[in-house]
């Protein structure tokens, strides 16, 4: 997978006939590149050579959550159930990989509480202008893991902000623990 890397190099020739070159680096993920800054003509005006490296990185997926107690509110007796919902905190995803493969957000439901699956409606709160995404379907009774959404590739780099209202069925009013794992790859 070949990159172009564009270097911005100056090259100064000093009055008394020395020359000196200012380079910066560039980061483009992916690939390491070197190249000689220098032009042939220059080197044979000056008598120098300079070989500029560039160490180029390739990003990061990340996945943070809104930090603070995550708490269910009190559940309300619905006939032989006792029903609760809310909302998810603020999950956000950042892409910034070079490649730009797409990724996908999905949760995994684990209740051994005696409880029913978990159900949600997956939302967008808000996306970079350039991403593609796909919600996962709204889903009753998730067992295992669903899709909350993904990035198209070469449709995902930037930041998403993503979100899903929730809905449980509950055997009692207490004593209820569930664990909802979230992965993005």
């Given at each position: 997978m070949g990159r172009v890397v564009a270097l911005a190099v100056l090259l100064l020739v000093g009055s008394s006939g020395t020359?000196?070159?200012?380079?910066?680096?560039?980061?483009?993920?992916?690939?390491?590149?070197?190249?000689?800054?220098?032009?042939?003509?220059?080197v044979s005006q000056a008598g120098?050579?300079?070989?500029?490296?560039?160490?180029?990185?390739?990003?990061?997926?990340?996945?943070?959550?809104e930090r603070g107690p995550v708490?269910?509110?009190?559940?309300?007796?619905?006939?032989?159930?006792?029903?609760?919902?809310?909302?998810?905190?603020?999950?956000t995803v950042v892409d910034t990989?070079?490649?730009?493969p797409g990724w996908s957000l999905s949760g995994q439901f684990d209740d051994e509480s005696g409880g029913t699956p978990l159900s949600w409606t997956p939302a967008v709160v808000d996306q970079s202008a350039v991403q593609v995404l796909t919600l996962g379907k709204s889903t009753i009774g998730m067992r295992g893991s669903g899709l909350?959404?993904?990035?198209?590739?070469?449709?995902?780099?930037?930041?998403?902000?993503?979100?899903?209202?929730?809905?449980?069925?509950?055997?009692?009013?207490?004593?209820?623990?569930?664990?909802?794992?979230?992965t993005v790859i």
């Amino acid at each position: 997978m070949g990159r172009v890397v564009a270097l911005a190099v100056l090259l100064l020739v000093g009055s008394s006939g020395t020359a000196w070159a200012d380079s910066s680096q560039v980061a483009v993920p992916q690939t390491a590149v070197s190249q000689n800054a220098v032009s042939e003509s220059a080197v044979s005006q000056a008598g120098l050579s300079q070989t500029i490296s560039v160490q180029v990185v390739d990003g990061d997926l990340l996945l943070s959550v809104e930090r603070g107690p995550v708490a269910l509110p009190e559940p309300h007796f619905a006939g032989s159930w006792y029903t609760t919902a809310g909302t998810l905190p603020g999950l956000t995803v950042v892409d910034t990989r070079a490649a730009d493969p797409g990724w996908s957000l999905s949760g995994q439901f684990d209740d051994e509480s005696g409880g029913t699956p978990l159900s949600w409606t997956p939302a967008v709160v808000d996306q970079s202008a350039v991403q593609v995404l796909t919600l996962g379907k709204s889903t009753i009774g998730m067992r295992g893991s669903g899709l909350l959404a993904a990035a198209d590739p070469a449709a995902g780099r930037g930041t998403a902000r993503l979100t899903a209202g929730y809905r449980l069925l509950l055997p009692a009013a207490a004593g209820y623990e569930a664990t909802l794992t979230l992965t993005v790859i």
